[in-house]
Each structure stands twice: as C-alpha cells, then as structure tokens.
C-alpha cells in the first residue's frame, strides 16, 4: 500500500496504462505544460507530443479526436478539465461518442475515457460547480463511473482505459487533493460493482462520488447515538450494482440516496424506483433522496452553503429516516 493523493494515485494510474499499452495517449487543453493542477506534469517528456497532445480550447474537437483515435483503433483518454466544459461537446458525446458502435453495426469498438472532474469547489460559481452525471447515464451506450477514493479512482480509470465502450470518469473534484491508501501493483477496479463502504442493519445509505467521504464521517459519528447504518459507495453509477443495494435493503428496510447532484430527476431517483419496484413489501418506510436544490450554484460562500449537502443535512434526513 502506497498513501497517495487522488491526483498522484490517477496520475500513477495513466502512466502504468500508457507504458503498459502504446495505444493509450491523452488528449486536452494544457496537457503539454501539465494539465489542472499539474496532473499531467513530466508525461510529456516520458511519452512525447504525439501520446500527450495539447488542444486548442475547443471542447468538441477534443472529444471528436477522442472519437476518431478510438474508431482507428487507440485508446483515447480525453481530459475536460471540468465536467461543465464539457457541454459544448455534448453532440460529440451523446450523439457521436455513445452511438458509434450501435450506428456501426458493432463494426468497431469507441474505447474512449472522458475525465469529467465535477461538483462544488469554494465560489467556483455556477458554470463550474455543476454535478450532471444523470444525464450520461440517461444516454444509452455510455459507461459512468463516479469513484471517490484515490484508490478507486486510480483503479477504475484503469479499467476504464481497457474497456472496449466509452467511459465518462467523474472524478470527485474536491477531494483531488485528499489522501488514502492505494494498493501497489497493477491494482484495477471492475466495473459495476459497489463498495460497501460500512456495515449496519438499521438503514442503507448510498451514495457515491465527493459525497461519500462527508457521508462516511457523518455516519461514523451517528453511530454512536445507537444507529448501525450500512453505507454503499456506489462507484459506478451505469452499470450500478443494483444486487449490493437490494441486498441491502433487504436487511435494513430504510433506504437513503445521498448525492451532491440537484435532487430533481437525479440518479438517486432511479435507485429509488428500482428498489420499490423490487421489493416493496419489504420496505420498512418510504425510501428518501437528499440531492441539491434546483437553483444555480451561487458564487456567494453564505449562498453558496445553503446549497451545499452538509453534516447537518445528512443527520436530519438519518433521523427521519428512523422516526417510525
């Protein structure tokens, strides 16, 4: 075990790919002098500018070089910087990236990744603080991943890279700098399976993403007014590990979907669903989302608070969650 930040560990995680496969390179804006926050720093000299190509500031291209180097065979990993930037490439995402294959006849395979970093960051401000992962697992042919510790971060975007299918990596922007133990070796994550986090037997709460970290110490803390909760880190939202969840619910009869996104037709509605279409009867109480109000992340910290999935928030929707 190495302790490493979420930045070191994805970083160490592209490079093994890269050395590993001559058919992996990265692609984005910056990436010549480092990329964000210096995750790209020294890859250039190592690989040189055909494997670490900067782009111009243009997000469409980017991703439809992606999509041209995955059709001729390579395995892009394309970098948006910040998941809302990548809206202007949203054709070359959901109409271009994610229906390749299918247009194909399954001809050729779009093994491309598409880091999208997302979620709040202190007056980032409404342009780039927005958490949109419902929307890609809304689009048929799209994977989506949504690790949340340095070490599922390195290790799914691992096994992003060698999956045959176009990935969207969400990575937990706010916890880039956060630390934790990531295994040694060729360490990869599969795909679809959860993490159980923690385990109780009076409620589930799932969750995924930067929230897992604050929901994981509010829950430390909750535990000792007597409630055993059972927390799953969800990891890959499509496909998601619906067994881990219903298996869960099962045992606890209580379900919490706890995600940073706008509550309003977030992933966390469809978990819901999904386990009262399944088991109903089995359901102590109705099951319940906590998710982001549906207004504008504001650049105002006071605002920008009230906003915010909080301790405070988490406990009072654990609380009435046990009430009856």
């Keep these: ?6 930045l070191a560990a994805v970083r160490d995680g592209l490079i093994e790919e890269m050395r590993r496969d001559p058919l992996v390179w ?15 720093h020294g890859l250039l000299d190592e690989f040189g500018p055909d494997r670490i190509v900067a782009s111009p500031i243009s997000e469409a291209m980017i991703v439809s070089a992606g999509l041209g180097g995955a059709l001729a065979g390579t395995r892009p990993v394309v970098d948006m910087r910040i998941a809302d930037f990548a809206l202007p490439a949203i054709d070359e995402l959901v109409n271009q990236t994610a229906k ?3 247009m194909f006849g399954g001809q050729a395979s779009v093994s491309t990744v598409v880091r ?35 070490a599922d971060c390195k290790g799914l975007l691992k096994s992003a890279i ?17 630390d934790g133990e990531v295994p040694d070796g060729d360490h990869c994550v599969p795909i679809g399976v959860a993490r159980m986090a923690r385990k109780g037997k009076d409620l589930t709460v799932v969750t995924w993403s930067a929230m897992t970290a604050l929901v994981q110490a509010t829950v430390d803390t909750i535990a000792g007014n007597g409630i055993d909760i059972e927390l799953i880190d969800l990891r890959s939202l499509w496909p998601w590990d619906i ?6 619910v099962r045992k606890t009869g209580r379900l919490l979907v ?14 819901v669903a999904r386990v009262t279409e399944h088991m109903f009867d089995d359901l102590k109480r109705a099951p319940k989302r906590l998710g982001a109000p549906r ?4 650049f105002s910290p006071p605002l920008e608070n009230v906003y915010r999935i909080d301790t405070a928030k988490i406990e009072l929707a654990i609380n009435e969650m046990m009430a009856s």
Excluded: N
């Design 1 to 6: 075990m190495t302790r490493q930040t979420t």
């Design 26 to 40: 990265a692609v984005g804006e910056d990436l010549h002098i480092g990329g964000l926050y210096g995750q790209y």
């Design 100 to 102: 390749a294959r299918f």
């Design 116 to 150: 999208l970093p997302q979620g709040i960051m202190a007056s980032s401000a409404a342009q780039h603080s927005q958490s949109l992962e419902s929307w890609y697992v809304h689009t048929p042919g799209l994977v989506v991943l949504a690790p949340s510790t340095p």
């Design 162 to 178: 060698r999956c045959d299918d176009p990935v969207i990596l969400i990575e937990p922007r706010a916890l880039w700098q956060e």
């Design 243 to 248: 067994d881990a969840v219903l298996k869960s």
């Design 258 to 271: 706890i995600h940073e996104a706008v509550e309003v037709c977030g992933f966390g509605a469809e978990i």
């Design 295 to 298: 207004v504008p992340v504001a």
